[in-house]
């Protein structure tokens, strides 16, 4: 509005608006688990429906009169269709993701507003100002700060949301403030760097510090890649990852892969000193076309934990190692598509099997699909054991130039239980969305 | 003589021999008996009519016979008797009569005639190629296509392929193309069944129309070839200096929804909107379910190292909008498979998707714990959720330390530190071997340590 109303006279003229209004309603049945006194364990009670509905708007505006100034944003309004159960932050329900006014010409951007920023260390959300450089395509830069918003929230850090689950949560703001930079010297060498430090409103205490390197090189065939975030405020290894993928000419490719992990956790909970213990583990997957239309993956990734440090009677057998075994294969003939993947996972505390089956109808405007899904899950330290059945179809269809209505229906069935707590998987899932675009084509011509 | 029978229009040459010319030698004076066309220019005289037959075969003098006449087959021939006469007098060469061009190879005796080889042709006007279809002057023989209007769709078809347009010769013929050579078998609408931009080609529009060519080309499924330049592992990613460079040839087979299906967002990039938009005829390369070389299996885990490159990277195929679809929670429904819920719990546990990236714990995953039962419940001798471990209590630690995410799904700060406090409850020291870095001053040290 701001912008519209300081726009020189007649500019307007060339004011254009798109928005984007995305419609999700869900229907996803859930028997929560009742405790039963008389038999002292936990059963699964009746069959209830969280209803969430959920409505997207984004919206960019241009052509206010000065070259390269746009609006943008993105507003979720929640609610539900009725259901007395509560789909996690349905009952919140309105959330603005980013709405900024942003100045961009051939060598710089300026933001402000509420924004999101990617980086490598986490996606922050805040209200402030972010100004990026970039002299020409190979080298950028860019500088950001504000008031910080809780990760994933996308509100201040003493929102109600969480005071009232946890009382612990703090009471002060947040800010935030952080700086990277990115160069591609020569062609497909890359580096990147980042550095990100949240402290409370009055300045009286470190939230998180963190600091990441990332790097790349490629010669067509072969590429490696590395990547590090650092805790400083722990002084510790975050995440890092280091990754070779070698790309044979046929469309094969292989990748092996070693990484560590340690999460990061905010300076102002508790959990970053109850001695997190981090892991580091190793993968290699491969991918390759085995037929002219068909298309074979497999992967395998070990995790090695640190081993338990405390020693008691009452230790549970955990395993050092994890495995993790996946095998998928894909087949397009046509309109025709097919997959189906199997996936198998050890040593986490339980042991899961899954498959997956879906085979597809797909035209320009329209698709169908129908998916047969099956997992297995044996639990040492979970809820409990079980085997589950699931049928189900999805569908999509294009509306005009840029809109379109999809939806997906799902049943699945639970059998086998086990354990002294007695879950029921069984349920009904659905979803419908419609998705429309309004307002100017800006593809149509550039501005 | 019968010089002057080289008259005639046309495009027009007889398709096969169907009169026995031997069976009637030396009974006619001349050619131009029966083709009398060939001197007088009318089409309808240039084959004789079965009425002229009778003449003879009427049943008293010979036996009357059945024929047909003579079927004129259309071709795209740049030749005219009449105007191939009047050069070679010019060029005083008046040894050239029909039998020149008509007699049967080795013929010795008069009627032994048949219709002109291209190789009698070629005779005089002699390539510099050894190859017929190869660089030659087409023009000297042939009409353009859009010219050839006699020609039939199943003519045009079967018009020959040059050894020169092989798989490789789609990307270089844009230089061949300046040749008027291509107009011989190629209209524009050849062009404009892969070309988006045939409209804005210059050469492309030189070739002309033809209705007939337009119906041959308008069915048939066409397939655009990767170029080498393409292949590059990386050219995805640096594609778009290439598109914004000057006299970038993008439009030659992407439409502007070739771009859009990865740039959705974009919608002030100057070169995508150029481009021009996919029609009918030419679709353009569909670029959908395309992905950069280096977005393979799991690249949603590693993609924030992606982001180095600043949003900017991404936001060239992505809209902002692709982010919050899974980094706000509760709507992600294209990024776990449909079924997540009821088995994350082995990817919660190793951490491998990062869930905090995308889900405030405490708010997003202990309310939907809680409403699934999962939470601890006053008066239980223990939780549902540590059903399968007995004594869970003494045996956390260990739990939770590889995992602390998965506790804080459930279990509020103030539940662990119940226990874990310097100042009440069973005063359990939860910081293992290892002091906890850092200042002392910070929230999480002061909650226990007054």
């Not at chain 2, 299906?261 to 909107?273: K, L, M, N």
């Not at chain 2, 951490?351 to 008066?379: E, N, R, Y």
Request: positive net charge.
């Amino acid at each position: 509005m701001l912008l519209a109303a300081s726009a020189p006279p007649g500019a307007l003229a060339q004011l254009q608006l798109r928005a984007r209004s995305t419609t999700t309603a869900q229907l996803i049945q859930l028997r929560p688990l009742r405790y039963d006194t008389v038999s002292a364990s936990y059963l699964a009670g009746d069959a209830a429906a969280a209803t969430p509905l959920q409505q997207d708007i984004e919206l960019t505006a241009w052509g206010f009169g000065v070259r390269g100034l746009r609006f943008a944003s993105m507003i979720r309004l929640r609610s539900s269709l009725g259901s007395s159960l509560v789909w996690p932050r349905s009952d919140d329900h309105f959330d603005a993701y980013w709405a900024f006014v942003e100045l961009e010409r051939e060598s710089w951007r300026l933001r402000a507003g509420r924004i999101q920023h990617p980086s490598p260390i986490i996606m922050t959300t805040f209200d402030g100002a972010a100004a990026m450089w970039r002299p020409h395509g190979r080298l950028r830069a860019e500088v950001f700060g504000g008031r910080s918003l809780v990760r994933a929230l996308a509100e201040p850090a003493t929102t109600s949301a969480i005071a009232s689950l946890d009382p612990f949560v703090t009471s002060q703001g947040q800010l935030v403030a952080g700086v990277s930079a990115w160069a591609e010297p020569v062609a497909a060498v890359s580096a990147g760097f980042a550095y990100q430090r949240e402290v409370t409103s009055d300045f009286g205490a470190l939230v998180g510090e963190y600091a990441a390197l990332q790097g790349g090189w490629s010669n067509g065939r072969v590429a490696l890649s590395g990547s590090a975030v650092y805790d400083l405020g722990h002084d510790t290894w975050g995440r890092s990852r280091l990754s070779g993928v070698l790309s044979a000419g046929s469309g094969a490719s292989a990748e092996l892969a070693l990484f560590q992990r340690r999460p990061l956790f905010p300076l102002n909970t508790i959990w970053g000193v109850f001695a997190p213990q981090g892991h580091w583990g190793a993968s290699v997957t491969g991918e390759a076309p085995l037929l002219p239309r068909v298309r074979v993956s497999a992967g395998y990734t070990m995790r090695r934990y640190q081993p338990t440090t405390e020693t008691t009677p009452f230790l549970p057998q955990l395993d050092d190692v994890t495995h993790t075994v996946r095998i998928a294969a894909s087949l397009r003939q046509g309109p025709w598509q097919a997959r189906g993947a199997w996936l198998l996972n050890l040593g986490y505390g339980g042991e899961h099997s899954g498959f997956e089956a879906l085979g597809g109808y797909r035209r320009e405007r329209w698709d169908v699909s129908g998916e047969l899904v099956a997992f297995q899950e044996s639990e040492e330290l979970r809820v409990g054991s079980g085997t589950v059945y699931g049928i189900g179809a999805s569908g999509r269809v294009a509306i005009g130039a840029a809109s379109g209505l999809r939806g997906s229906l799902m049943q699945y069935f639970h059998r086998d239980t086990g354990g002294a707590s007695a879950p029921n998987w069984s349920q009904l899932r659905a979803l419908i969305a419609l998705e429309l675009t309004f307002g100017a084509n800006a593809d149509g011509g550039a501005p | 003589m019968i010089a002057p029978l080289l008259l005639l229009v046309t495009l027009q040459q007889p398709a096969g021999d169907s009169f026995p010319h031997a069976a009637h030698a030396r009974l006619f004076a001349s050619c131009t008996t029966c083709h009398a066309g060939v001197i007088s220019g009318r089409r309808d005289e240039l084959m004789p009519q079965p009425a002229q037959c009778r003449t003879c075969h009427d049943g008293t003098t010979e036996a009357v016979v059945t024929w047909a006449g003579a079927r004129i087959e259309p071709s795209n021939l740049r030749f005219e008797h009449r105007r191939h006469e009047q050069e070679v007098r010019r060029e005083g060469d008046s040894a050239l009569t029909c039998v020149t061009c008509h007699a049967l190879a080795g013929a010795t005796v008069f009627m032994a005639a048949g219709r002109a080889s291209p190789e009698r042709c070629l005779s005089c006007h002699a390539h510099r190629t050894a190859d017929h279809l190869v660089s030659a002057p087409c023009a000297t023989c042939h009409l353009p296509l859009r010219d050839a209007r006699a020609l039939s769709i199943a003519r045009i078809q079967a018009l020959p392929k040059p050894a020169t347009h092989d798989d490789r010769f789609v990307f270089s013929h844009a230089t061949e193309a300046r040749s008027t050579a291509c107009q011989t078998c190629h209209t524009k609408e050849s062009c404009s069944a892969c070309h988006v931009n045939a409209a804005r080609v210059p050469e492309i529009g030189a070739l002309g129309s033809s209705a007939l060519a337009a119906a041959v080309f308008a069915t048939g499924r066409r397939s655009y070839p990767v170029p080498p330049s393409h292949q590059a592992r990386d050219f995805a990613r640096g594609h778009g200096v290439a598109a914004k460079a000057p006299g970038a040839t993008c439009a030659s087979c992407h439409a502007r929804e070739s771009c859009l299906g990865c740039h959705g967002s974009d919608e002030r990039v100057p070169a995508i909107g150029a481009l021009p938009a996919r029609s009918a005829r030419a679709m353009g390369v569909d670029l959908s379910d395309r992905r950069p070389a280096d977005h393979g299996a799991g690249f949603e885990i590693r993609h924030r190292d992606a982001t180095a490159a600043t949003d900017q990277a991404c936001g060239s195929c992505h809209r902002q909008q692709f982010c919050v679809s899974c980094h706000a929670a509760a709507s992600a429904d294209a990024y776990h498979v449909a079924n997540f819920v009821q088995r994350h719990s082995a990817a919660a546990y190793r951490g491998d998707t990062d869930c905090a990236a995308c889900h405030q714990v405490t708010a997003f995953c202990s309310a939907c714990h809680q409403q699934a039962g999962l939470t601890p419940v006053a008066g239980a001798a223990r939780g549902a959720f540590h059903d399968g471990v007995a004594n869970w209590l003494f045996a956390h630690g260990a739990v939770a330390r590889r995992s602390l995410e998965t506790c804080a799904s459930c279990h509020t700060q103030t539940f662990c530190t119940g226990c874990h406090s310097t100042t009440r409850g069973l005063r359990v020291n939860p910081h293992g071997a290892r002091p906890p870095a850092g200042d002392p001053n910070r929230p999480s040290c002061r909650a226990c340590h007054r």
